[in-house]
């Protein structure tokens, strides 16, 4: 029987050798590592009740820190800044248009509402119901 590390040896990663992170090509791109507080409700309950794709998480996950996890003016009405789709879909790697869809899809979950184009509203417990049960409220 072969060894582990022969048969893994025959297995290539997606990514070239290349292309892998280091701490010294973090550095020279100014990338530093952050913190953002997610509520254990999206990792235990969200992802489990609601089939997201890796779109839509990502995409939720980006908006939801931008809005709670970073200063804003307008954290305590849970409205995030304008954004721009082609922004977007350039610092998620994905067309403009899979921006789109990934955004009607949230909604139609109820994960998020749009104010305008590119601006959105996101609980912070992510639903209403649990923002109701953790006692959030929103000055409107």
Known sequence: MEDIRSVLSLFHSKKS????RTPESLSSTSELATYSEI???FFDVILRDYKLNRHE???????YRQIWCRPSPYKEHGIGPLN???DIALKMGLSTDEVVTTVKNLE???L??????GQYFIRKFITQEYDEIYGQT???
């Open 17 to 20: 050798h290349e292309s892998k």
């Open 39 to 41: 509520p254990d409700l």
């Open 57 to 63: 998480i990502t995409l939720f996950l980006f908006l």
């Open 84 to 86: 721009s789709y082609s």
């Open 108 to 110: 139609k979950y109820g």
């Open 112 to 117: 998020l509402e749009s104010v305008r184009v």
């Open 138 to 140: 929103y000055a409107f």
